[in-house]
């Protein structure tokens, strides 16, 4: 795809999301955690090109994984990132378009303190209610979004099926009445700053 033909997907996930299906919302937001440290336009430009991108890095980057040469990448489809005027930044490639020599790690680990729960569920509520100009909702939102970056990113509840079910229940309540276009990015750029944050920070060593 090209510039115009990614932004005009885009505008279209974005103008439809509030009336996905809870599935297809959640796909998105298990898609979104896995990316959260990217910008929200990047991360819209790899899912509306590659909805099953979990770990991107340039050719270069791969090298250091495997041995595969440039021309052997260059016959791969990669995902595009442009910047604001179109101009083509990157071009990225995910792990499975990849034979590595070495292994990569995603995060699996599963946490079960709940110290260190609650600890993360304080910082993101005092960073998020700090923020000026967006609704009791949207921050509510915003919130949850937040939360669901780090517990599925951390592994939190995966052990417990049932409290795992009723955040989800939860976060799924709080989307009915999201936003589209404009002021849902600006959601999720929220959500996810506040998460990827905490997951670089100590909290979450």
Not at 15 to 36: G, I, V
Not at 142 to 166: K, T, V
């Amino acid at each position: 795809m090209n510039f115009i033909d990614v932004n005009q997907q885009i505008s279209n996930f974005l103008n439809h999301f509030p009336h996905l299906s809870e599935e297809e919302k959640l796909t998105f937001l298990h898609f979104n955690q896995f990316h959260q440290h990217r910008p929200i336009d990047e991360i819209l430009e790899i899912y509306v090109q590659n909805p099953d991108a979990r770990v991107l890095k340039t050719i270069g980057e791969w090298q250091h994984f495997s041995n595969e040469s440039f021309a052997d990448f260059h016959s791969k489809e990669g995902v595009k990132i442009w910047d604001n005027n179109g101009n083509l930044k990157e071009v990225l490639y995910d792990a499975s378009q990849v034979i590595l020599n070495t292994e990569i790690s995603i995060p699996s680990s599963i946490n079960d303190e709940p110290l260190l729960f609650i600890e993360l569920a304080s910082q993101i509520d005092k960073n998020i209610s700090e923020v000026q100009d967006i609704s009791k909702e949207q921050k509510s939102l915003a919130n949850h979004l937040a939360l669901y970056n780090l517990f599925d990113y951390l592994g939190f509840f995966l052990d417990r099926e049932s409290e795992y079910e009723h955040f989800i229940s939860i976060t799924l309540k709080s989307m009915k009445k999201i936003p589209s276009g404009e002021k849902l990015l600006s959601i999720f750029s929220l959500a996810n700053s506040c998460s990827s944050h905490l997951t670089q920070s100590p909290y979450s060593a």
